[in-house]
């Protein structure tokens, strides 16, 4: 019998772990030193093929070095904000084409900074070969559009129908019947990205819309004259999760294959088991996204006593493949999809929201090398929400109020918080101009306006956090700022 200690396995050049306990019981057990030490040294030599194999499968996973590839800024800037907004643009796209995975980049006419520079921009698009970057199509997984169109319903009556089906804010809801598909749960289940608490929130946050600038408007359209509903929002807490799940399993991959690369940029290689699973993670989010819109959609027919005349719908934060190019996969965080290679289940026709007092447009078109197969999904932000907040509060002085506010720029709209609480971070003014976004996306040949939804009203969730002491505190000190 001899006495090997976990010290004399790290002499021997071995590194901590759970073999070792079974290692020294097989080692000590052995009958004399020089059975004892072959032991160790087959496992030595075992650990080091393990190592190189180890070293091979990482080196093969390694994008090979290269400049960065160009990229285009498809924004017309005509103010002084506007002209911060594209220099901050393109500071972080120029940051971000730099991650060594990236083949092609473009950002929207609605692109604006979000996150320190080097993440994408919102309105951004990049092509990443072999890699699928959870960074890059933003933890809100499938923002999505989705609308409905009505022969005959009147449009108050849809936004009532709407208002009462749905449910804005934060958390989720026990009393909306039915829920979502048990197929989608035994997918859930099978993949690994998906936690218990995402899958609880797949159950509870379904027919919710969140908060922010999530809306349900309902609008007439221009080519038909039918009343249109049209929904927007994401996947909801389970997407968040799933993201969160992502980024941990491609910080590990950056740690090994590109410590250089920004952590918000880093990846997961596609041709592995959890590339695959999380390529198959985001067609999950997807389907429960889609199904979410399609819940509360008829619900509202039903509330309305109408058959739904037209429905059709895109996501805009996703990942995108068409299967001729292979292993090309195109993140957009916040662009329209209009290249047909990406539509597995639309006839063409996008939806790309502007403001609440704006016309929804209906756009098609098809891969340019201007879009490269994008078009922008809104109107943006020139300015932050605090940022905008302060500049009303500075522009109206003593007449600043959230009521002031929502009177001037919802005038003619049925507008309608579902908290109570005007959000004034959601009003038009808070957008850039819809006409400059739209006329740089018909100019730079992105896509073309096919049909107009104009707007009756819309429902958001409104300032749910208005009474928070953190907020109370920082509007004081905007106010007197303001003077
Ligand atoms: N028709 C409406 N459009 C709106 C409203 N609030 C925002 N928006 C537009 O949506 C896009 C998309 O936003 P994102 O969260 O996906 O980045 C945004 O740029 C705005 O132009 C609204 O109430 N009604
Ligand atoms: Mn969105």
Same mark, same amino acid.
């Given at each position: 019998m001899t006495h090997l200690t976990g010290q004399d396995l790290i002499d021997a050049g071995l590194v901590p772990g759970p073999a070792f306990g079974p290692l020294l019981a097989r080692a000590n057990a052995a009958p004399d030193r020089d059975a004892a030490t072959a032991i160790v040294r087959d496992a030595v030599a075992a650990a080091k093929v393990e190592a190189d194999a180890q070293a091979a499968r990482v080196a093969a996973l390694r994008p090979p070095p290269r400049d960065p590839p160009d990229f285009q800024i498809h924004l017309d800037p005509q103010s002084e904000d506007e002209v911060a907004n594209l220099e901050a643009v393109s500071r972080t796209m120029a940051i971000l084409?730099?991650?060594?995975?990236?083949?092609a980049g473009v950002a929207m006419p609605d692109a604006c900074p979000a996150g320190p520079p080097g993440t994408i921009p919102v309105g951004g698009v990049v092509a990443a070969r072999g890699a699928i970057h959870?960074?890059?199509? +933003?933890?809100?997984?499938?923002c999505s559009l989705y609308a409905t169109a009505f022969e005959g319903a009147e449009p108050k009556a849809a936004l009532d129908a709407i208002h009462g089906a749905t449910h804005f804010g934060p958390g989720g809801r026990h009393?909306?019947?039915?829920?979502?598909?048990?197929d989608l749960f035994e997918r859930m289940e099978a @993949?690994?990205?998906?936690s218990d608490r995402a899958v609880k929130e797949a159950r509870s946050h379904f027919g919710t819309q969140g908060d922010g600038n999530h809306f349900a408007f309902v609008g007439r359209s221009e080519g038909s004259g039918r009343v249109t509903l049209v929904t927007h929002h994401g996947s909801r807490g389970m997407g968040a999760q799933v993201y969160k799940a992502g980024m941990e399993v491609a910080e590990r991959y950056r740690a090994q *294959?590109?410590?250089?690369?920004?952590k918000v940029n880093a990846w997961i290689p596609w041709d592995t088991d959890e590339g695959r699973a999380y390529w198959d993670a985001l067609q999950i989010v997807r389907d429960w996204t889609k199904a979410n819109h399609a819940a509360l959609h008829d619900a509202a027919a039903r509330s309305l006593g109408q058959e739904p005349v037209d429905r059709w719908w895109n996501e805009h934060n996703f990942v995108f493949r068409d299967?001729?190019?292979?292993d090309v996969f195109w993140h957009a965080k916040g662009a329209t999809p209009v290249?047909?290679?990406? *539509?597995?289940?639309?006839?063409?026709r996008q939806i790309v929201p502007l403001n609440m007092g704006a016309p929804i447009l209906v756009v098609e078109g098809k891969r340019t090398d201007a879009g490269l197969g994008f078009a922008p999904h809104g109107a943006g932000r020139n300015l932050s929400r605090t940022a905008h907040t302060r500049r009303l509060m500075e522009r109206m002085g003593?007449?600043?109020s959230e009521e002031a506010v929502f009177a001037a720029e919802t005038d003619g709209l049925d507008a309608r918080f579902f908290c109570g @609480? /005007?959000? /004034?971070?959601? *009003?038009? +003014?808070?957008?850039?101009?819809p006409e400059t976004v739209t006329a740089e996306m018909e100019r730079a040949n992105l896509a073309t306006v096919t049909d107009r939804i104009l707007p009756y009203g819309a429902i958001m969730a409104g300032?749910?956090?208005?009474?928070a002491p953190w907020r109370r505190k920082r509007d004081a000190k905007m106010r007197r700022a303001a003077g």
């Open positions: 084409m730099r991650t060594p995975t990236l083949e959870p960074g890059m199509h +933003s933890a809100d997984i499938c009393d909306f019947d039915p829920g979502p598909d048990a @993949n690994p990205f998906f *294959l590109s410590p250089g690369t920004a299967d001729a190019e292979g290249h047909r290679g990406f *539509l597995p289940d639309t006839d063409g003593a007449a600043y @609480n /005007v959000d /004034v971070s959601e *009003l038009p +003014s808070a957008y850039k101009r300032d749910w956090e208005r009474d």
